[in-house]
């Protein structure tokens, strides 16, 4: 893909595919749902060749219409296909000798995760040793409102972005202490944004507290990790200790995913 002016975004290939290929890659990058005529703009191809080819990747579960059916989004296919990368991506290895590592700093299980759809997907999980723990398993899926990592996947967005992922779920009551409206869940995620991390206060599961930070840059990354534990043995202030090796762990983390050479791991 290159691109032929400051404004447009050409679709370059010697075969259809070739060039499919290239849409759907200016597709990924686009933070919110778009229109042909978004697509016609951005890359100069004339709109009956790009709407062909628009129907040719929803035919193919790539991509969706929205409700309004003039603008589309990512499909389930191409959602699934995203995360079956992230799953068994070549990293997995060296990201989970990095979460090992922090749950033997810290004593707890820890996550990595990624926003699929209107869910947080756990990509990856280590168990604390200790034998009261929470079981979840790689592939678990948990509400984005009401987990720290879902929160800070939605923190990032603009809040036109978040009403529209929202605006089919039902923010659902798991326990007393989840946010259910939606006035005090932008409270809650200004409040995220300004402070750089989020907390799982028993909303998602009773007796379960939870603290995430981001992987790589604030605004562009869908990679998450976290620590959880029991609330009884991780109050609120033990949780905010272990933020230095939250960051650091991040920190190893996005390194690894932008191939910089040398040694990720934390220091102690």
């Not at 987990?147 to 603009?158: D, I, Y």
């Not at 933020?243 to 050479?261: M, W």
Request: aromatic fraction near 4%; include cysteine; hydrophobic fraction near 40%.
């Amino acid at each position: 893909m290159s691109a032929g002016s400051d404004d447009v975004t050409r679709i370059d290939g010697d075969t259809p595919t070739q060039r499919l290929l290239v849409l759907l890659e200016v597709i990924a990058a686009r933070s919110d749902a778009f229109s042909l005529q978004d697509l016609v703009e951005e890359t100069g191809v004339p709109k009956p060749t790009l709407h062909r080819m628009l129907q040719q990747l929803e035919s193919l579960g790539m991509l969706q219409r929205e409700g309004d059916g003039r603008h589309y989004s990512t499909g389930l296919r191409l959602r699934r296909l995203a995360e079956q990368l992230l799953l068994n991506d070549t990293r997995h290895g060296a990201r989970h000798a990095v979460l090992r590592q922090l749950v033997a700093e810290v004593g707890e299980s820890c996550n990595i995760t990624a926003l699929s759809g209107s869910e947080v997907l756990y990509l990856d999980r280590v168990e604390t040793p200790a034998p009261l723990r929470f079981y979840l398993h790689p592939g678990s899926r948990v509400p984005v409102h009401c987990s720290a990592s879902g929160k800070l996947f939605l923190a990032q967005m603009s809040a036109a972005q978040r009403r529209r992922l929202l605006a089919n779920v039902p923010l659902e009551a798991f326990t007393p202490h989840t946010i259910t409206e939606y006035g005090s869940l932008e409270l809650e995620l200004e409040r995220v944004k300004t402070q750089g991390f989020a907390l799982d206060e028993e909303e998602f599961l009773p007796g379960l507290r939870c603290i995430a930070v981001l992987v790589g840059d604030a605004g562009r990354s869908n990679m998450g990790i976290a620590i959880q534990a029991p609330a009884m043995r991780m109050d609120v202030d033990k949780a905010l200790q272990y933020l230095p090796a939250l960051r650091r762990a991040a920190a190893a983390l996005a390194a690894i995913e932008s191939g910089e050479p040398g040694d990720t791991r934390q220091s102690a």
